[in-house]
């Protein structure tokens, strides 16, 4: 055949940039994608019930488990003193998160034991008999009253200062200082956690764990049992959804599978029901930002001072990072001259907040954007008006350093937002939304465009590192594995397109298999929006060595130069020859040319020194715009998102369909966080919300009426990352601030817009009920 015949044949499924589906996809529509709870059990596996304190703060000080160990099917009762290691799950080495509860409990739903049983049904209610005498201990369980009690901090806290903001404050002509509340969120995956153990010889043990950070689950386990980690495997296939909150939080039931399975020498599973994992597992981190802001009356910061104080629950888990990060993003898309942002994670006495995705980046964001919009009704400008004139500027303008002294390199931020105001129509549906809010007496409406600046690695520099494994057996078949871990969306069918990119195969030809730590090793979590970042370019690391054995045996064999080897789909092209694929990996498999590669990749350029508040912690940064319009009902509160357009920056995306589900998703999750999700305790220090019944997520029902989502198609990642694309997990999720922004707009109407609603979130319909009351009474 001539060349022309071979290049114009379709590629059924094989290149990058391209729209493919998820690999998964079929599998999830016919309900034949298997989940831990889906694998057959092996035969005489257990289940495991969790015995939960039922007080805030106490100590205990007695504890009754007979009737415990007596009732129908338990086989065991697991307490703290029969770890054989130690009792500590803590994922930052403070060593301040005990794996089960010994003398004292620190929040509502605290495990103290756990029950081992023939049926989890028995483990359950047998985990109901235990008689636990306490000494109750005073408790907070939010902010304000953790800073009222002197509440300690969890981690130590980081300040970054840049220019002189304690001075240049007082010299502005206008300032503002107030503060606003902002909610945490249930991650509210549809699976819950779940581990199976399944014990080995010696100390061996296998543990299929629903989790974001297997290396991590096997490094507890093994600290836990007290064994070496390569006694140790850890699989995961795929999680029903994780968004942070499976990246620390399945620690604790890996751990207690593989006590109980290793004692008892038989299969144990642990799983939660859906009150238990939202009752003892953690959140988003709810903050209160208390600001100080100066500016000219144009509208120009000068200086902004700003505390984000943080609920964090008993111990550290991952706050140190999120509330960094919660400062890393306070700038949202705006050059500050002169700042200070100050953090406070605090001690309350809850369960321990956790990541989720944005890793605090929303919080900051969202402090950021309401100065922005504390500006604008002071100058009496719209708020559009007020964010480009505080944008970053182009590199070399002076306005492009952030407050922890990283340039903002590849800034597009101004170009997204133009073409976002353009294509949507912008100011013209503004001033008809004046124009009907100025005849309607009761229905409102706002509208409002609100920008994305997002920070892309892990800003602990150490996780920003990947491996991954490749084979080619000798029929052309091709097996990887890597350390990432797929919870829906697409990381496996995106790296697998990268391999098959490479050697120029069909997508189908690439076996995707489960992580595992018994392949690729050290991994890190999955997340940081890094996933593919990551394992993507690992995976090329290990294609790429393979591929130029290939070509040298190809050059050796058939006595060519290498510019005679050419990869075509699914065959080679060796001087004038044509060869299938299959059959030239068989040729060279019989030359005894290896077929299989490790690769890794760790990111270049990036280094942070938190103690300085210095560094380039940022590989490169994402941006996104969104506008959106809503009504709301004046007498009610009751509103409705009625448009809603996006312009999103995923770099050349390696897969069109995949992101822009991705932009889709993240943003009516993040509308759920700021309008509907509204987590509460009670004086008891119970989480009241802890069930689908009175915790609401967004519904299909709730997503914007018109929904017009758009890639940056012109986009392309300055940075040399995989096929130059962008991450695209957290980066949209604050696309969703523009419908609190929006909500806060109509609000503003009943007013006048003379004054800034300052609403919190979630604005909840009660909330913007209660400041529609507050601004008509003034």
Avoid at 572 to 587: C, K, M, Q, S, Y
Avoid at 629 to 655: A, C, P, Q
Wanted: proline letters at 5%.
């Amino acid at each position: 055949m001539d060349k022309t015949t071979f290049d114009t044949k379709p590629i059924i499924n094989g290149r990058m940039h391209v729209s493919l589906k998820h690999d998964s996809a079929h599998k999830h529509v016919t309900g034949t994608a298997e989940y831990i709870d889906d694998i057959p059990e092996p035969a005489g596996t257990l289940h495991g019930g969790l015995g939960l304190a039922d007080r805030a703060h106490a100590e205990i000080v007695s504890v009754d488990l007979s009737a415990v160990k007596t009732a129908p099917g338990v086989v065991w009762v697991i307490t703290a003193d029969d770890i054989p290691g130690f009792n500590d799950v803590a994922s930052t080495g403070q060593h301040d998160e005990p794996l089960l509860a010994t003398t004292n409990v620190q929040f509502h739903g605290q495990i103290i034991f756990a029950v081992i049983a023939e049926t989890r049904d028995q483990a359950r209610r047998a985990a109901k008999l235990a008689q636990i005498e306490y000494r109750d201990l005073p408790h907070w369980t939010d902010i304000d009253s953790a800073r009222e009690n002197d509440a300690p901090y969890v981690v130590e806290p980081m300040t970054l200062k840049r220019g002189e903001p304690e001075t240049e404050i007082e010299n502005a002509p206008l300032r503002v200082q107030n503060h606003m509340y902002i909610g945490g969120q249930e991650h509210f995956y549809l699976e819950s956690h779940i581990a199976l153990a399944v014990p080995g010889e010696d100390d061996e043990v296998i543990v299929w764990s629903s989790t974001q950070h297997p290396s991590e689950v096997q490094h507890m386990v093994a600290h836990v049992l007290g064994v070496a980690n390569n006694a140790v495997t850890v699989q995961t296939r795929r999680m029903g959804g994780g968004f942070g909150g499976k990246e620390t939080q399945g620690n604790q039931f890996a751990a207690l599978a593989a006590i109980a399975a290793k004692k008892l020498k038989r299969a144990v599973k642990f799983r939660p029901d859906r009150d238990e994992d939202m009752s003892i597992t953690g959140k988003r981190h709810d903050f209160r930002v208390d600001y100080d802001v100066a500016f000219d009356e144009e509208g120009r910061i000068h200086a902004v001072d700003a505390i984000y104080a943080a609920r964090c629950g008993f111990s550290a888990d991952l706050s140190g990072p999120v509330t960094d990060r919660a400062l890393f993003h306070a700038d949202s898309s705006y050059f500050y001259p002169h700042v200070r942002l100050t953090s406070q994670p605090l001690k309350t006495h809850t369960v321990s907040n956790t990541a989720f995705r944005g890793f605090g980046g929303p919080q900051g964001m969202l402090g950021g954007e309401r100065i922005i919009e504390e500006i604008a009704y002071a100058v009496g400008k719209d708020p559009l008006e007020i964010r480009k004139l505080n944008f970053y500027g182009q590199r070399g303008s002076n306005r492009t350093m952030t407050p922890y002294h990283q340039d903002v390199e590849d800034n597009i931020i101004a170009r997204v937002v133009d073409e976002l105001e353009t294509s949507s129509e912008y100011q013209a549906r503004r001033q008809a939304i004046l124009e009907f809010n100025s005849h309607s007496p009761v229905i409102r409406k706002g509208i409002a465009l609100t920008p994305v600046k997002f920070g892309i690695s892990f800003t602990m520099t150490a996780y920003n590192q990947a491996g991954a494994l490749v084979h080619i057996y000798n029929d052309g078949s091709i097996h990887l594995n890597h350390g990432g871990t797929e919870m829906g969306q697409g990381l496996y069918t995106k790296v697998a397109q990268v391999v098959a990119d490479t050697f120029q195969v069909d997508i189908d030809r690439v076996k995707i298999t489960a992580t595992t730590t018994a392949k690729v090793p050290n991994t890190s979590a999955t997340a940081a929006s890094s996933g593919t970042d990551l394992n993507g370019m690992a995976a090329y690391d290990a294609a790429r060595q393979i591929k130029e054995r290939l070509i040298d045996f190809a050059m050796r064999q058939w006595k060519v130069g290498r510019d005679k080897v050419e990869f075509l789909p699914n065959r080679l092209r060796i001087g004038g020859e044509i060869v299938p694929f299959d059959t030239f990996i068989r040729a060279a498999y019989y030359d005894r040319v290896q077929l299989s590669a490790a690769g890794f990749y760790k990111t270049p350029r990036i280094h942070w020194d938190r103690k300085a508040g210095r560094g380039r912690p940022f590989y490169y940064f994402a941006y996104g715009a969104a506008v959106s319009e809503v009504s709301i009902d004046t007498l009610t509160g009751e509103y409705m998102v009625e448009r809603t357009d996006i312009l999103h920056d995923v770099g050349k995306s390696l897969n069109p369909a995949i992101d822009i589900g991705q932009v889709e998703g993240a943003f009516v999750q993040g509308m759920g966080w700021l309008t509907t999700e509204e987590l509460w305790w009670d004086d008891k220090g119970r989480l009241r919300t802890h069930a689908p019944s009175t915790y609401k997520i967004p519904l299909a029902s709730d997503r914007p009426k018109i929904f017009n989502v758009q890639l940056a198609e012109w986009a392309e990642n300055a940075e040399p990352t995989i096929g130059r694309s962008k991450a695209v997990g957290e980066p949209p999720f604050m696309l969703a601030i523009s419908v609190l922004e929006a909500l806060s707009m109509a609000v503003a109407s009943v007013a006048d817009y003379s004054v800034c609603p300052r609403l919190d979130a979630p604005a909840t319909p009660e909330r913007v009920l209660m400041a529609v009351e507050r601004l008509k009474a003034m």
